[in-house]
């Protein structure tokens, strides 16, 4: 472990710079155009030209009044957005002055952080302790192929720079704990969660509550994304929507239940969208609301949300919650997206993939049944698995299959293998089909690690997913 | 009671999520249940047309777990159902509204009410 560290890149303000200079300029011509006499000062605007514009404007009225304080680069950047209604000079000023937190810098994260940066929030900070991994390119796309392995959190703030070299950005390399949440949240106005945890998600509500911050939180998974906004504008948070986490086995994580890209390139687009209106004054859309995006279907349906409760632990009447708790114990799982190994099997009823090799080296009589859903095993296989989707192996139709398998099995010790993506539902189906061949004088054995060992272990080219 | 059919199994390892949105019919008036989210659970069906029996006792959502739990729900109960109630994680709504604000578990379902389990979603 690397431990916590923290680094912050800072690209250097030229923008701040400009806009003080060009301050100055205009403080020393409104001087000018009081105290020097105007035959004086159409001289030296001849001769300098950059005094021009003021002295003939000074007759008028002091050009501070005229102008907002904007810089001519920053309306012609934001010219768009400066001449919409409801947003206008006063929208993009309290932009600049604001400063925005995303913590995850995945399929949320990325479209969220470019598009704040577009519009000119002044700065934006960027947690989180992963790298980038070749899997993460089709939805998280502000990192890039020759980025892979380097932090996420730094290949953002680059894709955000290059876009907009007036914000200030900041990366936190950190899981973000207990112990570190409230120092770096307290530095922000506005907390954008793009985590893709049970565990990070109540440690997100229950900081925001605490320094009373508001959440915009975002979700997605296969087709469907979600998006509400917490603890703003007297509205409920997380914990009085959501009082108990859920069971942990009933939590589907992108990398096992997929994702199409666009979905949380979608509904971090929209958590964009609320930060710029709470940042700039508007208000938000999602407060006590709940955005359920469906992109299989193509709908957007917008629910009503129960109110802020008072029987809350965190913001009710008596709240419970006064300081952050161990999310981890609280919700039964890591903050983080990764599967965990399970270790259901005795050592005895377990083989390695070199094993496996040896046997299918020695051409020993067995089967291999691959528990995988047919999608997974479609991208790759071993040869002669039959496939027998974890789900369906209780199924008596299926089961029935598997026994007629192994009846054509010719030698005595009948040996069947389990092999799965990681080697847990591996030991599932082992223990589910164990009782249900018992008669058939029949070994059943799981693979450790499952395809992705095997692909580590013994073939270096079999594909990884 | 009008069931529309189309109930495939449960499709892989990955946890179900919720949502099933379904329309509920009374006395051979049309309702409306709908399951957004739940497809997994409800063998990869979106939505139920469903025609609640006739009953002395009112319906309420309490009594709509039970039954769906035993007409719909064919296998891991409890990753719907806890006690008598969802399990956690699963919102409940009433007309896109959520059912906190109706009564809950004692809300009395009416014709032609669109009834939505909602999986809360986590990744990102």
Redesign the interface.
């Known amino acids: 472990m690397m431990g916590l560290q923290e680094e912050e890149f800072q690209m250097p303000n030229f923008k701040q710079l400009l806009e003080e200079k060009d301050s100055e300029i205009m403080r020393l011509k409104t001087l000018l155009t009081k105290y020097v006499p105007k035959s004086e000062l159409d001289q030296m605007s001849n001769s300098h030209p950059s005094t021009k514009i003021a002295a003939s404007t000074a007759t008028l009225e002091s050009p501070e009044n005229l102008c907002s304080q904007l810089s001519k680069e920053d309306v012609a950047r934001y010219s768009r957005q400066l001449i919409l209604p409801d947003f206008g000079v006063g929208g993009q000023q309290k932009l600049k002055k604001a400063s925005v937190l995303i913590v995850?810098a995945?399929?949320?994260?990325c479209p969220a952080a470019i598009y704040l940066a577009a519009a000119g929030v002044g700065t934006i900070g960027v947690v989180d302790y992963d790298s980038v991994e070749l899997s993460n390119l089709h939805r998280q796309i502000l990192h890039k192929e020759h980025g892979v392995g380097t932090p996420k959190s730094l290949s953002i703030i680059l894709a955000v720079s290059s876009l907009n070299s007036s914000v200030k950005c900041v990366s936190h390399h950190v899981l973000l704990k207990s112990n570190n949440a409230e120092e770096v949240i307290s530095q922000y106005d506005i907390i954008i969660d793009?985590?893709?945890?049970?565990a990070s998600?109540y440690l997100l509500n229950d900081a925001c509550v605490l320094l009373k911050k508001p959440l915009i939180s975002?979700?997605?998974?296969?087709f469907?994304?979600?998006l509400t906004v917490y603890n703003f504008d007297g509205g409920p948070c997380y914990r009085c929507?959501?009082?108990?986490?859920?069971?942990p086995?009933?939590?589907?994580?992108?990398s096992?239940?997929?994702?199409l890209g666009v979905v949380?390139g979608t509904i971090g687009c929209l958590q964009a969208l609320e930060a710029i209106k709470i940042a700039a004054g508007l208000g938000s859309s999602f407060s006590g609301k709940?955005l359920?995006f469906?992109g299989k279907e193509g709908s957007f349906?917008?629910?009503?949300?129960?109110?802020k409760q008072k029987t809350c632990s965190l913001c009710g009447d008596n709240p419970v919650i006064s300081k952050l708790i161990d999310y981890e114990q609280f919700c039964g799982a890591s903050p983080t997206?990764k599967t965990e190994t399970l270790h259901l099997l005795d050592d005895c009823s377990r083989l390695t993939c070199q094993e496996y090799k040896q046997l299918k080296e020695d051409s020993s009589p067995h089967l291999l049944i691959d528990?995988?859903?047919p999608?997974?095993v479609a991208i790759c296989r071993l040869p002669n698995s039959v496939n027998v989707?974890?789900?369906?192996v209780e199924?008596p139709i299926e089961v029935e299959k598997i026994r007629n398998y192994i009846q054509k099995l010719d030698n005595k010790n009948k040996q069947v293998f389990f092999i799965?993506?990681r080697g847990?539902?591996s030991q599932r189906a082992v223990q589910l089909l164990e009782p249900k061949l018992a008669d058939l004088n029949v070994i059943l054995r799981d693979i450790r690690g499952g395809i992705q060992a095997w692909a580590e272990e013994v073939d270096t080219a079999f594909p990884i997913y | 009671m009008e069931i529309t059919p189309g109930i495939e199994s449960m499709a892989n390892n990955a946890a179900p999520y919720v949502g099933m949105s379904t329309t509920v019919s009374f006395n051979g008036k049309s309702g409306n249940i709908s399951s957004g989210g739940a497809e997994l659970l409800f063998n990869n069906k979106k939505k139920f047309d469903v025609m609640l029996p006739s009953s002395d006792k009112p319906w309420t959502i309490k009594n709509l777990l039970k039954w769906i739990k035993d007409n719909l729900l064919e296998e891991r109960p409890e990753l719907f159902i806890q006690k008598d109630s969802v399990r956690p994680g699963i919102l409940v709504l009433v007309n896109d509204a959520d059912w906190e604000l109706l009564g809950a578990l004692e809300y009395e379902v009416q014709p032609n009410d669109r009834i939505m389990f909602i999986s809360t979603l986590h990744g990102g």
Not at chain 1, 194 to 198: G, K, L, M, Q, S
Not at chain 1, 218 to 222: E, H, N, T
Not at chain 1, 241 to 247: A, D, L, N, R, Y
Request: include cysteine; charge should be negative; proline fraction near 11%.
């Open positions: 995850g995945g399929g949320l994260g793009a985590t893709d945890n049970v998600r975002g979700s997605a998974l296969r469907e994304g979600q929507i959501h009082p108990s986490p859920p069971p086995e009933t939590v589907t994580n992108c096992d239940g997929g994702v949380p709940l359920l469906d349906r917008k629910i009503t949300l129960r109110s997206d528990v995988r859903p999608e997974e989707p974890f789900s369906k199924d799965c993506r847990n539902n």
